[in-house]
């Protein structure tokens, strides 16, 4: 498996794992009456943060203590990275377009938030979800 194929794996489990959690937890807590502070709801936008941050950051230093990043990128990965990256680009638009457009007229701020947080969420796991499957089944160009 490539080191740029891997990667892609550790981003999409974290993704769904690390937010799964997360909205998981919010949406428990907010209907069950108990009123989240602004200290609590940033402590648990932190910490799913900052899980992420640790779990791609060891990626990436074992990744760099077995030299997995050595291998130059050709045309392939190239061609991979762009079409991944322009179809997860336009599902973040899709996303923002709702949250800036629609949202303020009915939600309060933390749905936004949430909404914004999930529209970026939804957008890396196509963006990695293309890559691995570029990957593995291959681009066909025409």
């Known amino acids: ?9 550790v981003w999409l489990a974290a993704l ?3 937010f799964g959690v997360y909205f998981s ?24 943060l900052g899980t992420l941050a640790l779990i791609v950051g060891i990626d990436r230093a074992i990744g760099w203590m077995r030299n997995r990043d ?23 638009m899709v996303g923002m377009i709702v949250v800036g ?3 303020p007229f009915s939600a309060d ?4 938030v949430h ?20 990957y593995r089944v291959g681009w066909h160009v025409g």
């Open 1 to 9: 498996m490539l080191a740029r194929e891997r990667t892609a794996w």
């Open 16 to 18: 769904i794992v690390v």
């Open 25 to 48: 937890t919010v949406s428990l807590l907010e209907p069950s009456g108990a009123e989240l502070t602004f200290l609590a709801r940033i402590g648990l936008l932190a910490g799913a």
């Open 70 to 92: 050595k291998t130059p990128t050709d045309e392939r990965d190239r061609l991979i990275e762009a079409r991944s990256s322009a179809i997860a680009y336009y599902v973040l």
């Open 101 to 103: 457009c629609v949202m």
């Open 109 to 112: 701020t933390w749905q936004i």
């Open 115 to 134: 909404a914004a947080l999930l529209s970026i969420v939804v957008a890396e796991v196509v963006h990695h979800g293309l890559v691995v499957l570029g």
